[in-house]
């Protein structure tokens, strides 16, 4: 690890430079004030050992100014110096330094305080990596109230792939291939961007998690990356509401334009977690419990929401519904019990 060391005595900064690569630290040298600050931005140390008085700006200007800059207020800076008076002291913790040490000092004493406060950062870094990580995972797929929940507690989130129960939901616009034979390209994205922000508007509602686009349709999580234990609720509550809306929805459009949106629902075990190359992951869900959804959706016709006979077992008492019987789904050799959703509880 890097430690910069802000000293304008020659015999100072040898007796640092013995401890600190004695350590297995890497030492870059200051010897002003403004070097410092020039030296601090070009290699981000991982610490600085900073002198007070020094040639131009002293040590006091030089940690307060690294302590106002974004990209550096989160490097420990020690300040080691020989001014120990009280005010001294309170002066360079009140302009944002993280330690006071005052010399002459014992060197092992400063070899463990490096030590504690690298140890602090390595901890800080971690945590910062971790939530900037979930950040970039979810912040745009889910409500803005999840990811603060994600980012107070990043320890109840599993980016890698683990075994979980999980409610998915497909949607999908019906007669969206025939709508865009009679539209201009600008104007059938519009179309379908206003609808797709009707589907992600009710999805969020609910707290779900937008796995994916498929085109005209979108695939829904419930019960990652935050626990819900209404999430199979959540899943139908979203579908029922959003074919409330559709009619007034639908005055906007021409009548052509007015699609129904198909539902397919199912409740069970997938493996979740990111899933491609360290630069480009995608939080998704996979397993028989996804394949089951998608497969629900496509047989779904005129607006229906398909449910699976495990996802009705868990709502039956909020919505009502009506059996359609087994039914055969591509790619799977077991029938499904289908119901559809008639109404159910805003």
């Known amino acids: 690890m890097k430690v910069l060391v802000a000293e304008d005595n020659p015999g100072n900064r040898q007796l640092l430079e013995d401890i600190l690569r004695g350590q297995g630290y890497e030492a870059i040298f200051a010897r002003d004030g403004q070097e410092a600050l020039t030296l601090v931005f070009q290699s981000m140390p991982d610490l600085i050992l900073l002198d007070i008085n020094m040639p131009g700006l002293d040590g006091f200007e030089v940690c307060s100014r690294l302590k106002a800059d974004n990209a550096t207020r989160q490097i420990p800076i020690l300040m080691l110096t020989a001014l120990g008076d009280v005010n001294s002291r309170v002066k360079g913790l009140s302009v944002g330094a993280d330690d006071y040490i005052i010399k002459p000092y014992n060197p092992r004493e400063l070899v463990a305080r490096i030590d504690a406060h690298l140890r602090v950062k390595r901890n800080t870094d971690e ?9 970039k995972t979810f912040e745009r797929f889910v409500p803005p109230q999840v990811v603060r929940r994600l980012l107070d507690n990043p320890g109840m989130v599993q980016l890698g792939g683990q075994l979980q129960q999980v409610t998915v939901l497909f949607a999908d616009l019906q007669g969206f291939s025939a709508m865009s034979e009679r539209l201009a390209p600008e104007h059938l994205l519009d179309v379908l961007n206003q609808y797709h922000y009707l589907l992600v508007e009710h999805i969020k509602r609910e707290e779900g998690t937008i796995d994916k686009f498929l085109g005209d349709g979108v695939m829904a999580l419930y019960n990652t990356p935050l626990p819900q234990p209404d999430h199979t609720l959540r899943a139908v509550r979203t579908a029922i509401n959003i074919q ?13 334009c007015r699609l129904n949106v198909n539902f397919g629902i199912h409740a069970g075990e997938a493996v979740v977690g990111n899933v491609g190359t360290p630069e480009l992951m995608d939080f998704t869900a996979i397993g028989d419990a996804v394949n089951i959804a998608s497969r629900l ?20 008492s909020h919505v009502t519904a009506r059996p359609l019987g087994e039914k055969s789904i591509r790619g ?3 029938t499904v019990m289908v119901y559809e959703v008639l109404g159910g509880e805003p």
């Open 127 to 135: 945590l910062r990596a971790t939530q900037e990580r979930i950040r």
């Open 244 to 256: 409330r809306v559709l009619p007034e929805f639908h005055k906007r459009f021409d009548p052509f």
């Open 297 to 316: 959706q496509e047989i779904s016709d005129n607006g229906q929401i398909l449910i699976s006979e495990e996802t009705y077992e868990h709502i039956k």
């Open 332 to 334: 799977r050799e077991m």
